[in-house]
């Protein structure tokens, strides 16, 4: 017994004929290749006209997730990532010691003021 086949399975609807290699016009288009510090390629593909002022000079490497420049021989170096500070340590920079104590005597003194308790 043979089985039977069905010519359009697996196929895309709309296809058109089977091993149509013409799909429609393809614009022009250039080739840019970008380096992370890893020696990784990627390669992005903008449009012809394009100014070269608008190419990005660096993307995010898909392969590594480092910054990645167009310059082979100078990847651009990986920014130093500043770790998470709480606000307290904010206030801390801004603010010294001695300013911490008058602060915090002068807030006192109104709590105090407010509850009778001068």
Do not use: C
């Not at 359009?8 to 296809?15: F, L, N, P």
């Not at 510090?37 to 997730?65: K, Q």
């Not at 310059?71 to 920079?93: G, I, Q, R």
Request: glycine share 12%; proline share 7%; no cysteine.
């Amino acid at each position: 017994m043979a089985t039977g086949g069905n010519a359009i399975r697996g196929t895309r609807v709309g296809a058109g004929p089977m091993g149509e290699q013409d799909h429609g016009h393809h614009a022009d288009r250039v080739a840019v290749s970008y380096w992370d510090a890893l020696g990784n390629e990627t390669v992005r593909y903008f449009a012809a006209g394009i100014p070269d002022d608008e190419i990005p000079e660096t993307i995010d490497s898909p392969h590594s997730g480092l910054p990645a420049g167009r310059d082979k021989a100078n990847p651009p170096a990986v920014a130093k990532t500043e770790p998470y500070k709480t606000h307290l340590a904010y206030v801390k920079e801004r603010r010294s010691d001695e300013e911490a104590e008058q602060l915090l005597g002068d807030a006192l003194q109104q709590l105090r003021e407010r509850r009778g308790q001068s």
